[in-house]
DNA sequence: GACGACAGGATTGTTGGCAATCCGGGGCGC
DNA sequence: GCGCCCCGGATTGCCAACAATCCTGTCGTC
């Protein structure tokens, strides 16, 4: 984030890379993305290192960058990284959550069941991201918040791909409603529960879905 | 990690920090850096940047970059997110333990009490970070140990701080020993209980040297 | 004496070019 | 035909100089 030259090719980048052009495995060729950013090469460079220090891309010596492959495995020891950290963040969010932020909340869980009922896969999967942006925030855990949102970033195909199996999102809207019932009605214990037990059903389909290798 | 200089430089300026030179706040000028190192200015630049990712320095636009400042506050907020992924580790350690493992576990232990039978706080303060090491290993989770290998780095200072308090060793030696014993007893739910119930005793010490401020 | 502008030195950030490495294709021998 | 070698283009890695910024100490003015 040195520069604004930087950041921008960062930003550039991150977005498409979490917007699904450049698909994992996609060669990073530095003088394309000169071409694509506008700024110059030591800012793509950089870019790529910051990036790749967050686990988004991989880098070869002398063979380049690619957009990183998360496999199935890998995705579950993610989550499951996860798993306990966004019990962590629900936790303090229930704790410290002031009253508007609850609105919020409340407000922003009544958009997920609207888009699950018009069955808007795509907007349902920006939504869940921006909830657990919310209680990130709401949490004031800058810390957990962090880490939680690069394993998150990892992760954006898997909960898409998991997203478009049929039923799952109806699966997934009662769990994240009860998360929010339960930051809401600031029940620490509950909020934790709710949060590991959706990320535990997470893992649970995501096994489900390459047990074999 | 790019080429060898970079990598030379990365593990200089990580060890000279986790030893304790370069004390919290120390300025990182390049130039002294190159010739401690005795790599060219552009290794030395991107070392730094990659351990300003790791959040081990600290990184000012035009104003160079200095050795992070850990406070108390955030060195609880770090080791809340250490606990559960602790616990993630124990756990699996538990569950996919060899023998052999076990067995350089248990004579870890002992080597431990016998440096706190001794008085040996430094040593003792080494010890641990092994320990937590082959934990690490032996939960065959990369994932979680690079976490919580980053997230210990930055602890460093406190955790030392910490074994000096007298009497202090001691609680944290029967906490560990509950968990080696957990561990190599491949008692899953035991030893998961015992990490986070340690970290829980290190939260707490911690919030008793400076509840202030 | 206090305050502010200013110049000089020190330090960081960036650019451009050069060297090293990799990859694909064509040629040669068998 | 098959395998090996070597070469040229493409791409990445590195370095040294240049530009921009910041800090410090000095001078001048009030």
């Given at each position: 984030?040195?520069?604004?030259?930087?950041?921008?090719?960062?930003?550039?980048?991150?977005?498409?890379?979490?917007?699904?052009?450049?698909?994992?495995?996609?060669?990073?060729?530095?003088?394309?993305?000169?071409?694509?950013?506008?700024?110059?090469?030591?800012?793509?460079?950089?870019?790529?290192?910051?990036?790749?220090?967050?686990?988004?891309?991989?880098?070869?010596?002398?063979?380049?960058?690619?957009?990183?492959?998360?496999?199935?495995?890998?995705?579950?020891?993610?989550?499951?990284?996860?798993?306990?950290?966004?019990?962590?963040?629900?936790?303090?969010?229930?704790?410290?959550?002031?009253?508007?932020?609850?609105?919020?909340?409340?407000?922003h869980l009544h958009t997920m069941v609207a888009a699950v009922d018009s069955g808007d896969v795509l907007k349902y999967s920006a939504l869940i991201q921006q909830l657990h942006g919310m209680v990130?925030?709401?949490?004031?855990?800058?810390?957990?918040?962090?880490?939680v949102g690069r394993l998150q970033a990892q992760l954006v195909r898997h909960q898409f791909r998991l997203s478009l199996r049929p039923g799952r999102p109806r699966v997934s809207l009662g769990e994240?409603?009860?998360?929010?019932?339960?930051?809401?009605?600031?029940?620490?214990?509950?909020?934790?529960?709710?949060?590991?037990?959706?990320?535990?059903?997470?893992?649970?389909?995501?096994?489900?879905?390459?047990?074999?290798?």
């Open positions: 984030m040195a520069s604004a030259a930087q950041a921008t090719a960062e930003r550039a980048l991150r977005e498409a890379i979490l917007r699904g052009d450049m698909p994992p495995g996609y060669r990073l060729v530095e003088a394309e993305l000169v071409a694509l950013t506008g700024v110059s090469r030591s800012a793509v460079r950089l870019a790529i290192d910051a990036l790749a220090a967050e686990g988004l891309v991989e880098r070869i010596q002398n063979k380049g960058a690619r957009v990183r492959v998360v496999s199935t495995e890998e995705a579950i020891a993610i989550t499951e990284c996860r798993m306990p950290l966004e019990g962590l963040l629900a936790r303090k969010a229930a704790e410290r959550l002031t009253d508007s932020e609850a609105d919020r909340l409340r407000a990130g925030e709401a949490a004031r855990h800058p810390i957990a918040a962090d880490l994240l409603s009860e998360l929010v019932h339960a930051i809401t009605e600031r029940d620490p214990d509950r909020a934790e529960a709710a949060a590991t037990s959706h990320f535990r059903s997470v893992i649970t389909a995501l096994s489900e879905t390459a047990p074999e290798s």
